[in-house]
């Protein structure tokens, strides 16, 4: 099964509005990343926080680490139509070298 | 700056018919490289990995196959594809242990 699972797996947001989406796991992980997708394209890194980190800010997101519950959030505010796309939690794992494990994805939809 | 190509972008290939996808990677050396495949509305799986020239590790038993024949070079093969590879096949790389640049994707359909 996947380590890393989105929720919910999909929103559909208006424009302004702030998206909040959740990721959990299962192991304990050296670090966690959010990824985002467009249609039919390739994946682009957003974020990475580390274990040992709670929160993280870049421009309009906003990403929190809770260990404890083993669970991620990722924060959009002031949503742009723009921001319509897949975001994916992905996380290195513990002892798994270089590999990164996927979640299924949320699928956000921003209304203009 | 570093870039990744794949290609072909779409690929429509009969059952039993042999594979080929290529991705290339410019401006970094010694890069670990990555070939993931995604279902349509699906998450990412990885299937194969490397660290380096001729060293491939697989995640997923199937019929698929990958080689590094060089440093930047990444080949996903199958000698018979079976209607279950369609996907979104993704190559990605990175310097490092953290973040993953992925290229633009090939998409496969098996008929």
């Known amino acids: 099964s996947q380590q890393g699972e989105e929720d919910p797996q999909a929103l559909s947001i208006q424009e302004g509005e702030n998206a909040t989406m959740n990721c959990s796991y299962k192991?304990?992980?050296?670090?966690l990343q959010w990824y985002r997708q467009n249609s039919g394209r390739g994946l682009v890194h957003l974020i990475l926080?580390?274990?040992?980190?709670r929160e993280k800010h870049s421009g309009r997101l906003r990403v929190t680490l809770d260990t404890s519950k083993k669970s991620s959030s990722l924060l959009i505010t002031a949503s742009r139509a723009a921001d319509t796309a897949s975001y994916f939690c992905?996380?290195?794992?513990?002892?798994?070298?270089?590999?990164?494990?996927f979640g299924g994805g949320t699928r956000l939809m921003v209304k203009p | 700056s570093q870039t990744i190509h794949q290609w072909p972008a779409t690929l429509v290939q009969p059952v039993g018919s042999p594979l080929s996808l290529e991705c290339t990677v410019e401006g970094t050396s010694n890069p670990n490289l990555y070939w993931y495949r995604q279902a349509a509305g699906r998450g990412l799986q990885l299937l194969f990995y490397s660290v380096g020239i001729g060293q491939i590790s697989s995640e997923v038993p199937q019929n698929l196959s990958a080689s590094r024949p060089q440093d930047r070079q990444f080949i996903l093969s199958s000698k018979k594809l079976l209607l279950s590879d369609s996907g979104f096949y993704l190559c990605?790389?990175?310097?490092?242990?953290?973040?993953?640049?992925f290229g633009p994707g090939t998409r496969l359909t098996v008929l």
């Open positions: 990605a790389w990175s310097p490092n242990e953290d973040t993953q640049y």
């Open positions: 192991t304990s992980i050296n670090n």
């Open positions: 926080i580390r274990s040992n980190e």
């Open positions: 992905a996380t290195r794992v513990n002892n798994a070298g270089n590999m990164l494990t």
